[in-house]
């Protein structure tokens, strides 16, 4: 079963990896980006910027509702590729993710 405070917390440990690791950007991506049909909006957005923009915000949002949580989340081994890719690190960010991922399973 899928806890809203679990979940809830470790969104707010995602945000403070994102931003500690200066991922966290103030300026929103156009509503252009944010409207992409492809997953994990690749063709518009940065992996970090999925997480900050649509993500967490979605997910909260959700929790804030009381709507039923996704369950069989299965981000980390994306999040490991896509950072990979843009030659970041994201060690801090796998075990929330993972951890993420295991709350939503």
Known sequence: MVLSADVSALLND?????????????????????SSHEPFCIDTLSFPQW???????????????KSPLPTGSQIQPYAQEAFAAMHIDGVNLFPIIGRLDEAMS
């Open 14 to 34: 995602l945000e403070k990896a994102l931003r500690s690791e200066g991922h966290w950007v103030a300026t929103p991506p156009s509503a252009e980006a944010l």
């Open 51 to 65: 997480l900050q923009w649509i993500y967490i915000p979605r997910l909260r949002a959700m929790i804030e509702h």
